[in-house]
């Protein structure tokens, strides 16, 4: 595995809470305003419903629900991250999305181990030091209960 210093990874950046967070920016397909989100009965806990964009149905996370965090406030700065996972489509709601960033190589540090609990164990890439920032970096696989959601997206008809 090569790596040098330039090559790095692109992120984009998004908010819950104070906290900074990174998602690589491949699976990013777009990054809407938050929308009227429809329920879906039984759906997984941190499954917050679906979403018609463009003709598609697509499933809506939570990720303060995912995270064990308190709602939102209802800001007008909350996105949703519409990113493709073994090719569905989810939503992913955050607080506010950033911007995109290119971390070097060199600006990455292994997860500590405190971070490797078995609810989350993997999820954490790493974290990216700018300046005087740490920004999480998430392997959202691990995180999205993609089983629930695809279930989700199947069922609600598209």
Do not use: C, W
């Not at 090559?7 to 491949?26: C, K």
């Not at 964009?53 to 064990?68: P, S």
């Not at 790493?126 to 005087?132: A, C, E, N, R």
């Amino acid at each position: 595995m090569a790596e040098t210093a330039t090559e790095g990874l692109q992120v984009v950046v998004f908010r819950l809470g104070a906290e900074e967070y990174g998602i690589d920016i491949d699976v990013v397909r777009e990054i809407i305003r938050r929308t009227e989100v429809t329920p879906v009965p039984h759906a997984a806990k941190a499954v917050k419903g679906v979403i018609n964009l463009r003709g598609k149905i697509i499933a809506i996370v939570d990720l303060r629900a995912r995270f064990g965090l308190p709602p939102a406030e209802g800001t007008s700065t909350e996105r949703i991250i519409v990113v493709e996972m073994d090719k569905h489509l989810v939503g992913v709601e955050v607080d506010a999305a950033t911007e995109v960033l290119r971390l070097p190589q060199d600006s990455i540090e292994p997860p500590p181990d405190v971070l490797a609990s078995e609810d989350m164990a993997g999820a954490v890439l790493g974290v990216g030091k700018i300046d005087d920032r740490l920004v999480l970096l998430l392997k959202l696989e691990q995180i999205l209960p993609l089983a629930d959601v695809a279930k989700v997206g199947e069922t609600s008809g598209g």
